[in-house]
């Protein structure tokens, strides 16, 4: 079945970098996208941007520019996306999705389990 | 930047139908997609494209996209059902297209 599983809960300073990955597993990993949504504690769900596992293309949210960095290994089908300069406000779970396609952002099915990214001094 | 309005909370007895708004400007010619979240766990796509359901899915969640609204129905209520539900669209009119969910509804099951 179609899966994507996340690697585990991570504890950082503020001002640190993190990076989350998300395996596939179950499909053709090229033939898709992956998106990454977190959610803080409590809150609503948003998006933080999106890579094409094709062809590498991404599109960031814009107030993550700068910051994210999302990138693939086709090899082990293997997505990450990379948060750097970390804030208090950063604390949240983080999410990889798979898109409908691989050329665009559409909707997302199925989901990682998710990661919980605590920042914390 | 476009803007996606839930009712924070609805609430609904078992058997009955629930309906979740998701408002929009002109919403109508987008695709809207909703998820399912319980707690602890991660979305679940119910419905997208605005009433296709993805296989596992009960008849039992339906959706429809009009003018300014977007609804989410779910037909004779289950304990099971209840969660936050999202709403979700592509906005392609800004400079920066990018993905915009609703703020979520919690859907109690009296």
């Known amino acids: 079945q179609v899966q994507l599983v996340q690697s585990g809960a991570e504890v950082k300073k503020p001002g640190a970098s993190v990076k989350v990955s998300c395996k596939a597993s179950?499909?053709?990993?090229?033939?898709?996208?992956i998106s990454w949504v977190r959610q803080a504690p409590g809150q609503g769900l948003e998006w933080m941007g999106w890579?094409?596992?094709?062809?590498?293309?991404?599109n960031y949210a814009q107030k993550l520019q700068g910051r994210v960095t999302m990138t693939t290994d086709t090899s082990t089908s293997t997505a990450y996306m990379e948060l750097r300069s970390l804030r208090s406000d950063d604390t949240a779970v983080y999410y990889c999705?798979?898109?409908?396609?691989?050329?665009?952002?559409?909707?997302?099915?199925?989901w990682g389990q998710g990661t919980l990214v605590t920042v914390s001094s | 930047s476009y803007v996606l309005t839930q009712p924070p909370s609805v609430s609904v007895a078992p058997g009955q139908t629930a309906r979740i708004t998701c408002g929009g400007n002109?919403?109508?010619?987008?695709?809207v997609h909703w998820y399912q979240q319980k707690p602890g766990q991660a979305p679940v796509l119910v419905v997208y494209d605005d009433s296709d359901r993805p296989s596992g899915i009960p008849e039992r969640f339906s959706g429809s996209n009009s003018g300014n609204t977007a609804t989410l129905t779910i037909s004779r209520v289950e304990a099971g059902d209840e969660a936050d539900y999202y709403c979700?669209?592509?906005?392609?009119?800004?400079?920066?297209?990018?993905?915009?969910f609703g703020g979520g509804t919690k859907l109690t099951v009296l």
């Open positions: 979700q669209v592509w906005d392609s009119s800004s400079d920066h297209p990018h993905v915009v």
């Open positions: 002109n919403i109508g010619s987008k695709s």
């Open positions: 890579i094409s596992a094709y062809n590498g293309n991404t």
């Open positions: 999705a798979r898109d409908r396609i691989a050329a665009a952002v559409d909707w997302f099915d199925p």
């Open positions: 179950g499909y053709t990993f090229t033939s898709y996208g």
